[in-house]
């Protein structure tokens, strides 16, 4: 906790439009107030809301926590170095033991909610990333896939809260189970699933809330067979989207931005990200690190190396509006987990608040008003672009 208020200054993007002007703050933002002398070349964004991340830094989240060192924990320092400020730390689909394994860490991250380690994201909750999917849309999966009960689930949510659960709605008795996530605070999504666009529609209307990174590991849209991506971008409110220019095309990205109300970005990074080329982990796979992409030996792209900064600086790239592109990364995300505080600058709301000078690089992050020391980076996203 700060005592004394502390200030930033610049053209602050707030939910009522763009200010210029300065953001007081303690752990919480006090007041906004405008000023027409400042300058606008700094632009102050909220911090960003990162719901699917598996890794950084050469570390697993799957490593659990060992020998006094905690993976979830290396893993939220070095994506606060990017400007993410919370976080779901995500599971990989893996075998009971490892899961639990993962849980474990997780749990001891979450569990000491007042005493968020110095310069870590905050760790929101967890997002089981399997192993309830389909074994024909794996992308970086291993198969050990399996259909969910409710006894499971409740098991691995009593170790560490699950947030958001990723499930293949298709699969043996998982469209009943939807409600009874629901009813324990889990917000259920359709990812890795070979389903039709009737069974994503089904999947909606028993309480699915969203997809796992959109058109990644789904059904594509064929406008016979409109696929799990058609149900998307017909009916949901929210999707995950990762948007390193890799997994998805512009075009598609635009399509997705204007068919989903919420559409939000997530990294989907894994431990390769602010890492030099080179072969990594993701979860019990390795993963090589090449020309800014993770992929399997296969060829299939394995999650990303991405950093939401830099997803920021592909959405503007690509034609989208900065106000536009700061509410995917930040305000989105919060208010799919119910958050009103998170994700958006205004009195009240957590000082996680974000710098940039006028090229859209990263000059300071503050996380409930902790102002962090931004390390430089070894190996910037320009050493390894193609
Ligand atoms: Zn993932």
């Not at 060992?66 to 979830?72: F, Q, Y």
């Not at 991250?109 to 389909?134: Q, T």
């Not at 390769?272 to 299939?300: F, H, I, N, W």
Request: aromatic share 4%.
């Amino acid at each position: 906790m700060t005592s004394s208020p502390s200030r930033l200054s610049g053209r602050i993007l707030t939910p009522s439009g763009w200010l210029l002007g300065h953001v007081d703050y303690s752990d919480r933002v006090l007041r906004l107030h405008e000023d027409s002398t400042v300058s606008p070349d700094r632009i102050i964004l909220p911090g960003f809301i990162d719901l699917h991340v598996h890794g950084a830094a050469g570390v697993d989240i799957m490593e659990g926590a060992m020998e006094g060192r905690n993976s979830a924990e290396q893993v939220a320092r070095a994506h606060a170095q990017h400007g993410t400020t919370a976080l779901l730390g995500t599971t990989m689909t893996a075998s009971p033991a490892s899961i639990e394994h993962a849980l474990e860490g997780l749990s001891a991250a979450i569990s000491e909610r007042a005493e968020r380690g110095s310069g870590m994201a905050r760790i929101l909750g967890v997002h089981l990333e399997g192993p309830f999917i389909s074994a024909k849309r794996l992308g970086a999966q291993p198969n050990v896939v399996c259909s969910a009960t409710l006894e499971v689930v409740r098991h691995y949510h009593a170790i560490a809260p699950i947030k958001v659960l990723t499930l293949a709605p298709e699969l043996s008795g998982h469209l009943a189970l939807i409600p009874q996530l629901n009813e324990l605070g889990i917000r259920v999504q359709i990812g890795h699933s070979a389903g039709s666009y009737e069974d994503g529609l089904a999947a909606l209307q028993a309480g699915v809330a969203g997809f796992t990174h959109l058109f990644n590991g789904m059904t594509p849209l064929n406008h016979y067979q409109p696929g799990i991506v058609g149900a998307a971008l017909a009916h949901a409110q929210f999707a995950e989207l990762i948007p390193d220019l890799q997994h998805v095309h512009p075009g598609a990205m635009r399509a997705a931005i204007r068919a989903i109300p919420q559409l939000y970005c997530v990294t989907d990074a894994t431990s390769a990200t602010g890492m030099p080329d080179g072969e990594y982990a993701l979860g019990s796979q390795r993963v090589l690190k090449c020309l800014g992409c993770v992929r399997l030996a296969s060829g299939s792209l394995a999650g990303s190396a991405l950093t939401m900064d830099q997803a920021l600086r592909n959405l503007c790239e690509i034609g989208i509006d900065l106000a536009a592109a700061s509410h995917m990364l930040s305000r989105n995300p919060a208010d799919y987990l119910g958050l009103p505080d998170r994700g958006r600058i205004e009195p009240g709301a957590w000082a996680d608040l974000l710098a940039f000078d006028s090229d859209l690089q990263l000059t300071s992050v503050v996380i409930e008003g902790e102002a962090l020391t931004l390390q430089p980076a070894p190996h910037s996203a320009k050493d390894s672009a193609p």
